[in-house]
């Protein structure tokens, strides 16, 4: 059964950090790249940031995030990672982790994040 579990979503003040986590079963994680979606209420699900399977190649980041996201991943613990720092009022949402190979791809559940004072 694949299944794509994040982590690590939580309540946390403007300028503060947190670090998502995915972890994935049920399926070679190693051959599919990741990616880390989110969406706000109200708005359309948006990409952040996506890293190759071998996490050594091409890694991109939506322009609202560069700079203060990082996302990495673990193949051999079959999980991903986003680092957020200096997290603004705009960030809050529910965060997805994707993996994708080709024309396969499965989603997580969700994790939320909120930022508030």
């Known amino acids: 059964q694949v299944q794509l579990v994040e982590s690590g979503g939580g309540l946390v003040q403007p300028g503060e950090a947190l670090t998502l986590s995915c972890a994935a079963s049920g399926f070679t994680f190693n051959t599919y790249a990741i990616q880390w979606h989110r969406q706000a209420p109200g708005k359309e699900r948006e990409l952040v940031a996506g890293i190759s399977s071998n996490g050594n190649g091409n890694i991109l980041y939506a322009d609202s995030v560069k700079g203060r996201f990082t996302i990495s991943r673990d193949n051999s613990k079959n999980t991903a990672f986003l680092q957020m720092s200096s997290l603004k009022p705009e960030d809050p949402a529910v965060y997805y982790c994707?993996?994708?190979?080709?024309?396969?791809?499965?989603w997580g559940q969700g994790t939320q994040v909120t930022v508030s004072a």
């Open positions: 994707k993996a994708i190979m080709g024309r396969s791809a499965y």
